[in-house]
């Protein structure tokens, strides 16, 4: 069984260690080293990990980041590259269910932060896996977008969400359509095909997590 997890996270900590700690990735604020920090946070301190998602515990997950930050780079680099067995999220069970679209969507935020980036060759398998993952967060992103959406993965599938209105279809790779329904519209190279101002106010919706 392929391991797109397993490669995703190797390929990300060689990109962290080549770029350095103080590297641009696409999300706001953050240089190579804090986003290390967070995976490392997601995986080794559930205490604080909760944070991600909930607001009552952000500032403490916050803290925990920035006290992880601080820690010798390459130290940091380690663990993501080895997570522990126990955890909820990096255990032989989860991996490949939870690790796959993490990593690859962190893995795409460095790349893409750089100049004169090409998207990947990916391979049909990880392209089916990210599918698989795409279209149930299209749902829970888009469920409530005014327009009649139909998110379009040629030779993978098609959904249907929204709340309703003028069609609006949005066609990428799933590769491009995870990265634009997990908030990073930008750098994610999808087709928008319908009324301008609702595909306008698509690209500038807070989606995601």
């Known amino acids: 069984m392929p391991r797109y997890a397993r490669a995703e996270r190797e ?3 060689d990109l962290f260690l080549a770029l350095g700690p103080d590297a641009p990735t696409i999300n706001e604020g953050w240089a190579t080293r804090d986003l290390a920090a967070h995976l490392v946070l997601r995986e080794r301190r559930p205490d604080a990990a909760s944070g991600i998602l909930l607001a009552p515990l ?16 390459a130290e ?5 590259r080895r997570p522990p067995v126990w955890s909820p999220v990096s255990n032989p069970v989860t991996d490949e269910l939870v690790n796959t679209l993490e990593f690859f969507i962190h893995h795409e935020d460095v790349r893409r932060a750089g100049s004169g980036w090409l998207p990947r060759e990916l391979a049909p398998g990880l392209q089916t896996a ?6 149930p967060l299209a749902r829970l992103a888009l469920r409530r977008f005014p327009a009649d959406l139909y998110v379009q993965a040629p030779g993978y599938g098609e959904i249907s969400v929204g709340r309703g209105g003028e069609p609006l279809r949005v ?3 799933p590769a491009e359509l995870t990265l634009f329904l997990s908030g990073r519209q930008r750098v994610a190279r999808v087709q928008l095909d319908g009324p301008a101002a609702s595909a306008r106010q698509l690209r500038n919706a807070s989606l995601g997590m």
């Open 171 to 173: 066609v990428g790779a």
């Open 130 to 135: 990210l599918w698989k993952r795409a279209a």
């Open 76 to 80: 940091l680099v380690a663990q993501v």
């Open 58 to 73: 952000r500032g403490y997950a916050e803290r925990v980041r920035r006290r992880l930050a601080a820690r010798p780079y």
């Open 11 to 13: 390929a990300l900590a």
